[in-house]
């Protein structure tokens, strides 16, 4: 009734998981996502509609999404054949993570639907959940092949794609609503740990987080970033726990994968030091976890 209403991830994720439950539909995501297009986004939506090109919509996406939803973060990465459209969460303590990117990469497919065309389907679909029981509504939605238990989510489609021109391409509108979008963005996140989230996370699905990378892309010196987090009461190191104990427990949770692969895909170089990080962030360790999470659930 209200698109502006806005519900932390945690409250949202528990309502998603109230659904499933309610209806017995382990695909409820699948489905609630066919209902959201690029407009239920806000100013993030109708920036990606105006946009010149499919490669500009995804990029303003990325950058302005987080007024819409600040507990994801969304990556494009373009190759000479492919390109591939990543989703992943930054929020602690969700319920029904598989629901949850069950929907969030249904919206994507969505967006690039909007965006290409009807007739436009991925090359391949990943997803950072375990395989359902029923995989048929996955392979009959999305028309490609659906991988399970992937360390991120994303479509993968053919770099083409991102020449395309959007039907509602309108680069004057673009040009007005990125002004307008850009002082959103400032004034949404005049919090230097609130973007050092977001960018920890980005890098953790590129494996690029050490401390200068991470600098460069807050477009800070190291020196700075120090400084400002200092007085936040943080550091870079605590941050980037925190951004790593959320990623592990998602797959840990949410995924079939093991504690060593699950410990490379946060940058750990072998389990032993992610399994003695993992119990200092939460006392246990992650096979401990991931019984006790499944259990509750």
Sequence with gaps: RDPDHRISIK???????????????????????????PSHLGMAGFLTKCSPTVEK????????IDLHDDGSVRQLEAGPEFAALSYSMQAPGMEAIP????????ICWQI???????????????????????????TEYFRATVYFDS???KLVFPAECLATRPVEADELLHRHLEKEATLL?????????AALARILQRGLMLNR?????????????????????????????????RARRVVSEQLLVGTDLTVDEVAFSVGYADSSSFIHAFRRWSGQSPRAYRRQSLRGQ
Excluded: K
């Design 11 to 37: 409250a949202g994720s528990r309502v998603l998981q109230h659904c499933v439950d309610a209806t017995g539909c382990d695909h409820f995501g699948l489905l609630l996502g066919q209902r959201v297009g």
């Design 57 to 64: 919509a995804l990029d303003t996406l990325i950058e302005h």
């Design 99 to 106: 629901v949850v990117y069950d929907l969030c990469i249904t």
């Design 112 to 138: 690039m639907r909007a965006l290409c065309g009807a007739r436009w389907h991925p090359a391949a679909v990943h997803l950072a959940r375990s395989e359902p029981a029923d995989r048929n509504p996955y």
């Design 151 to 153: 360390l991120d989510c």
């Design 185 to 193: 963005h400032r004034l949404h996140h005049a919090d230097p740990v």
């Design 209 to 241: 987080f050490s401390a200068a990378e991470i600098a460069d892309s807050l477009g800070m010196r190291e020196r700075t970033r120090h400084r400002r987090l200092r007085h936040a009461g943080t550091s870079f190191r605590a941050e980037r726990d």
